[in-house]
């Protein structure tokens, strides 16, 4: 498997898991193909229920703002993210 090929399962991957394990939020491409915003159903309007996943670097960030639950929610994606990555060896 290629490196870009790599990439693009860990991307698949990891949106494959949130789908799955947090029904309470929704993803939202940004068309661009360099983020992704997984939205809390409970979206207030200003982005503090908001974690963003870019593609390239393969991380994920919320705001300081964001509820307890959505940086909890942060840091077990992050755990299962880093998992995937190790697996595919990235």
Known sequence: MTKTQKRKEVTK???TYVEETFPNY???DDGFGGYISIVHKEYNGLNDNVITFHRSY???????SA???VKQ???TMQVKLDEIIKELEL
């Open 13 to 15: 991957r990891f949106l």
């Open 26 to 28: 929704e993803l939202d």
């Open 58 to 64: 393969r991380d994920l960030f919320c705001l300081d």
């Open 67 to 69: 509820s307890e639950q």
């Open 73 to 75: 929610d942060t840091d």
